[in-house]
Nanobody
Framework: VQLVESGGGLVQPGGSLRLSCAAF????????MGWFRQAPGKEREFVGG????????YYADSVKGRFGISRDNAKNMVYLQMNSLKPEDTAVYYC???????????????WGQGTQVTVSS
């Protein structure tokens, strides 16, 4: 199993960024996918998840209305669109996979290496 994130970088407050995650080595179309983040000195936070079909999504209150998760099962890809970014969104963002429910953060057991997102002027 391998998950590879890309798309992180430096963005100004109010800006947008799209993260991508490529999945290898498991049945992607049968797996729920999620995004987590961890800022320095803080615990890892579940940003949100998407069901295997893409029909259902869940978002943490801290990002609801600003972030969107989507997936392309034909390409084994999942995306995190981040809009109206704030300095407090600065963190390492991780893609994760689970055979469980998309909103059950404790069941995610496959992880990528993470990509840094920095929101600063």
């Amino acid at each position: 199993v391998q998950l590879v994130e890309s798309g992180g970088g430096l963005v100004q407050p109010g800006g947008s960024l799209r993260l991508s995650c490529a999945a290898f080595g498991f049945t992607f179309s049968s797996s729920a996918m999620g995004w987590f983040r961890q800022a320095p000195g803080k615990e890892r936070e579940f940003v949100g998840g998407i069901s295997w079909s893409g029909a259902f999504t869940y978002y943490a209150d801290s990002v609801k209305g600003r972030f969107g998760i989507s997936r392309d099962n034909a390409k084994n890809m999942v995306y995190l669109q981040m809009n109206s970014l704030k300095p407090e969104d600065t963190a390492v963002y991780y893609c994760a996979a689970t055979a469980g429910y998309y909103n059950a953060y404790q069941t995610y057991d496959y992880w990528g290496q993470g990509t840094q997102v920095t929101v600063s002027s």
